[in-house]
C-alpha cells in the first residue's frame, strides 16, 4: 500500500512512523523547505506517551524533555488552589509520565524514526493549495497517485475543504504569547496561574536548561498575518502586571516573544472522504487548555496505522477517533472557560478550588482520568 501524508508536523509524521512500521510505503509532503527549530515548549500527556512508548520513542523523548514532578494552579496573587501530582503517581494512574519538551525536539525524533523506516520526506513543496481527487494528489503544478492521501496540514487544511466544504477556523477572542528563557532552577513543576480573561504557565524543558513561557490573554481582534508575529516583551508584562512576585520574576526575564492568535473549528461532520482522510489539526484543532493539541494527533497516527494493518476501511479509523476527539475539544474549550472565570464568581470558584484540594487531594486527577488513562494502543480495530 502507497499513502501520501500533506504535512509533517507531529501528526503527520508520527502517522507516517506508524504505518511504516507496518509496511506501508509512505511519503510526506512539506511546505517548509527544511524541518527545522519551528515553535515553543508543548506537553506530551500520558495517553500520549503511551502512543510514543509503542514507537519505542519514549526514552529518547524523556531525554529530550522534563518530566514534570505536579502541575500547581494557583490564582493571580499566588494563592494556591490545586495540585496533580505526575511523576510515579502519574505511572501509577494513567501508566505513563507526561513530558514537556521542545516542539522541535519531538518533530527530529519523529523524523528520525520516519527515516529508519523508509519513510521519503519531500520538504520545500508548495502543498498550500493542495488537492486530492480519487487518490491522486496534485500540488506545486505535480500529479502523483497513491492508495491513500492524508491530510495532516493543519488547523488551515486546504485538504479538509474536500470533505467538509470550504470553512475558515474561527478566531476565539483569545491570543497568546510564547517565550523561552533560561530555567534558573532545578525544579519540574508545571505552573499554571489563571487570573480573569488571561493565565500564565511555564515549565522547564531542554533537560531542564529552558523554562517555556505561555501566556494566554483575552484580545477582541486578530489581524495577525500568520500564525505568530514577533512582539514587544514590554506587552507581555503590561498585561501581567502586578500579579505576583513569581510572573514577574519570569516575564522580566523575556527578551523575544512571540504572539500567536487562538483559533479553533467546529467538530466536523465527517473526517474522511473516499481515499483522503484527515488527521490532527486538520480535523480536530485544539484549543491549548488542556495541552492536547500535539497527543490527539498522536491518537490519530496509531489509531490509522491499526486501522490499514487491519485492512479495515477508514471510517472505522473515524467512527473510533471522531467521539474522543470531539470530547477533547469540548473539554478544552470549557477549561479555558473555568481557567479565565471573572466576578462575580471568580472568588467562588477559587474557594471551591481550595477546599475541594484540601479534602480530596486526588480530585483534579480524577477528573482527568477519562483524557490521560485512556490508551489508544490498547484499542482493537474491527476489520
Given amino acids: 500500500m502507497q499513502i501520501a501524508i500533506v504535512g509533517a508536523g507531529i501528526a503527520g509524521l508520527a502517522t507516517a512512523v506508524a504505518c511504516a512500521r507496518r509496511g506501508v510505503q509512505v511519503t510526506v509532503f512539506e511546505r517548509a523547505p527544511e524541518l527545522g527549530e519551528v515553535g515553543a515548549g508543548i506537553q506530551i500527556g500520558a495517553n500520549g506517551m503511551a502512543v510514543l512508548t509503542a514507537l519505542g520513542l519514549a526514552d529518547a523523548v524523556r531525554r529530550a524533555g522534563v518530566s514534570p514532578s505536579a502541575v500547581q494552579m494557583r490564582s493571580a496573587d499566588a494563592t494556591p488552589l490545586m495540585q496533580i501530582a505526575m511523576g510515579a503517581d502519574a505511572a501509577r494512574r494513567w501508566g505513563h509520565v507526561p513530558v514537556n519538551l521542545h516542539r522541535a525536539d519531538l518533530i527530529t525524533l519523529l523524523a ?130 502586578n500579579w505576583n512576585d513569581m510572573a514577574d520574576a519570569v516575564l522580566a526575564q523575556v527578551r523575544e516573544t512571540y504572539l500567536w492568535g487562538l483559533f479553533d473549528h467546529a467538530p466536523l461532520q465527517n473526517w474522511s472522504r473516499g481515499k483522503l482522510v484527515l488527521v490532527g489539526d486538520a480535523c480536530h484543532p485544539m484549543l491549548p487548555f488542556l495541552a492536547q493539541g500535539a497527543t490527539q494527533g498522536l491518537e490519530d497516527a496509531w489509531v490509522l496505522a491499526e486501522t490499514l494493518a487491519a485492512g479495515a476501511p477508514v471510517s472505522a479509523y473515524e467512527a473510533e477517533r471522531k467521539p474522543r476527539a470531539t470530547r477533547v475539544q469540548r473539554a478544552a474549550r470549557a477549561q479555558g472557560r473555568l481557567d479565565h472565570v471573572g466576578f462575580p464568581w471568580r472568588p467562588f470558584v477559587h474557594l471551591g478550588m481550595r477546599g475541594v484540594g484540601a479534602v480530596a487531594p486526588d480530585f483534579a486527577a480524577r477528573r482527568f482520568d477519562w483524557l490521560y488513562a485512556h490508551d489508544v494502543t490498547r484499542t482493537a480495530i474491527p476489520n
Fill in 112 to 241: 528520525d524514526a520516519a527515516r529508519a523506516a523508509n519513510v521519503q520526506l519531500v520538504t520545500g513543496v508548495d502543498v498550500g493549495g493542495a488537492q486530492a481527487t480519487d487518490g491522486v494528489l496534485h500540488f506545486g503544478g505535480r500529479t502523483e497517485r497513491f492508495d491513500l492521501i492524508v491530510g495532516a496540514d493543519g488547523v488551515r487544511s486546504s485538504l479538509r475543504a474536500q470533505i467538509a466544504g470550504v470553512s475558515e477556523p474561527r478566531y476565539t477572542g483569545h491570543a497568546a504569547w510564547r517565550a523561552l528563557i533560561p530555567h534558573q532552577g532545578t525544579g519540574t513543576v508545571t505552573n499554571l496561574t489563571v487570573g480573569r480573561d488571561r493565565h500564565l504557565v511555564t515549565y522547564p524543558i531542554r533537560g531542564g536548561r529552558m523554562l517555556n513561557v505561555v501566556a494566554v490573554v483575552k484580545r477582541r481582534e486578530w489581524t495577525g498575518e500568520g500564525w505568530a508575529q514577533e512582539d514587544d516583551p514590554d506587552n507581555l508584562r503590561a498585561a501581567f502586571a
